[in-house]
């Protein structure tokens, strides 16, 4: 079954302490994606990647990174989360040029 | 720079009445557009795309929308609403790679919460 499955699905953690969301497809996307959902902000991106080892920032790039070393992986990482990065994530994965998204199903993280 | 404005952050019809969801867009190229629909805990799925080819874009589900350049707009109906058409609605643009854009790089609106009475 085609998939952008992301993990944890939810997630408490404390402020400071490294954390690392998992992104993998099994479609053969070039593009990969990760979105921060708000209230009232809709979605924000964060990062992309048209594909291996190119990747570049969205709109709210502050305080995460990635990296795309393979093509089915896109991990976020916040290496020291604070509570205003408490928010429901979203990886997604499209074919090259599409604009098509194939969305995760998201992981809500709380940051105390 | 490319920007989607939707109008209304929450809509609310009766079932069996005409779903009109609003969204204009700003783009300095012609644009790729598309609708995209949140259900209750889930992520994102595609409902419909405009890729310069029919201004009328057909989707899933019944939706529909229609691509009116004087107008800077790609607004979404659907002739008779449904219990499960209740979702968060999205509209986004995209400039093509033609033009210089990251074709797969979408904006995406504020979104538009749909809420269908029985």
């Known amino acids: 079954e085609a998939q952008v499955t992301q993990n944890p699905r939810y997630l408490i953690t404390v402020t400071g302490k490294k954390l690392t969301v998992t992104c993998s497809q099994n479609?053969?996307?070039?593009?990969m994606s990760w979105y921060r959902q708000d209230p009232g902000l809709g979605l924000r991106q964060i990062y992309y990647?048209?594909?291996?080892?190119?990747?570049d920032k969205g709109d709210v790039p502050e305080g995460y990174k990635v990296s795309r070393k393979e093509k089915r992986n896109f991990p976020l990482i916040l290496e020291s989360p604070s509570p205003n990065q408490t928010s429901l994530y979203f990886c997604?994965?499209?074919?090259?040029?599409?604009?098509?998204?194939?969305f995760g199903e998201g992981s809500r993280l709380t940051v105390l | 720079a490319q920007s989607v404005t939707q109008l209304g952050s929450h809509v609310s019809v009766s079932e069996g009445a005409l779903v009109l969801l609003r969204c204009n867009y700003s783009?300095?190229?012609?644009?790729?557009l598309f609708w995209y629909v949140q259900y209750p805990n889930q992520g994102l799925q595609l409902l419909l795309k405009?890729?310069?080819?029919?201004?009328l874009v057909k989707g899933i589900n019944g939706f529909e929308a229609e691509f009116k350049k004087s107008e800077t707009s790609f607004h979404l109906t659907k002739p008779s609403a449904h219990m499960s058409d209740a979702a968060e609605y999205f509209c986004?643009?995209?400039?093509?790679?033609?033009?210089?854009?990251?074709?797969?790089?979408?904006?995406f609106g504020k979104g538009t919460k749909l809420s269908v009475k029985p």
């Open positions: 405009y890729t310069s080819a029919a201004t």
């Open positions: 986004a643009v995209s400039e093509p790679a033609n033009y210089g854009g990251s074709q797969g790089n979408l904006i």
């Open positions: 783009s300095s190229v012609p644009p790729y």
């Open positions: 479609m053969n996307h070039e593009y």
């Open positions: 997604a994965s499209s074919p090259a040029g599409t604009g098509e998204l194939f």
């Open positions: 990647s048209m594909n291996v080892e190119v990747t």
